[in-house]
């Protein structure tokens, strides 16, 4: 069995895991009149589980399941199978790759950080468009990472990292903030919330 030593760990989800969660608290807080109505937390993207595994910790009686593209399975299997250990409600790993299969129906909550950027945007859009299949009228949709508003970028470090991201592979980068929320619009998602975050981040928050 693994431990700690053995696992890849993410600097970037240690330091965001908790700002992230303070602003999703009341959505999974029993009692909380913003509560989901299913306790069933779906994050796409977990790949060292820091950010589902965080969460599982405070809330015993919600059950999260992870997931990722296939190529990095094994590295989600290898977090999860440490994490398990302590925390029974966190599941996976589920397969989701945008345009090769579907993200599950049936979730009170979706779940995704840093993601968008990473893909292309034609990937981007067929996120979306899962997304919004996925969701009904009582689910709720989190997406954080960094955003263009109006094609400008909110600091010199996140046009430093579009560059950095385009190096890497062009058809990457951050998105604009309105694109997004257009292409959920679309699909009958709406914009609740658009969070300011630590870090040249935000929080978005949709609803059906």
């Not at 999974?28 to 509560?35: C, I, T």
């Not at 997406?143 to 109006?150: D, V």
Request: glycine share 4%; hydrophobic share 35%; aromatic share 14%.
């Amino acid at each position: 069995m693994f431990n700690m030593t053995d696992l890849p760990i993410s600097e970037a989800c240690e330091r965001n895991k908790e700002p992230i969660f303070n602003i999703i608290a009341p959505y999974l807080e029993k009692g909380s009149n913003q509560r989901i109505k299913k306790p069933k937390f779906f994050e796409v993207g977990s790949l060292t589980c820091q950010h589902s595994a965080y969460f599982a910790e405070k809330f015993s009686d919600v059950d999260f399941i992870t997931s990722e593209i296939r190529a990095n399975q094994e590295t989600l299997k290898k977090c999860l199978s440490y994490y398990k250990q302590s925390f029974k409600n966190l599941n996976g790993p589920e397969v989701y790759e945008a345009g090769f299969n579907k993200i599950p129906k049936g979730y009170g909550a979706y779940y995704t950080a840093n993601t968008m950027h990473i893909m292309s945007w034609k990937e981007a859009k067929t996120f979306i468009k899962d997304l919004a299949a996925a969701m009904d009228e009582d689910s709720v949709l989190f997406i954080y990472g960094p955003f263009k508003y109006h094609g400008k970028f909110t600091s010199e470090s996140n046009e430093q990292f579009d560059k950095h991201l385009k190096e890497r592979d062009p058809q990457s980068g951050i998105r604009n903030f309105e694109d997004i929320c257009n292409n959920f619009l679309k699909k009958g998602v709406f914009l609740k919330e658009d969070i300011k975050m630590p870090a040249n981040n935000q929080l978005l928050i949709f609803s059906k």
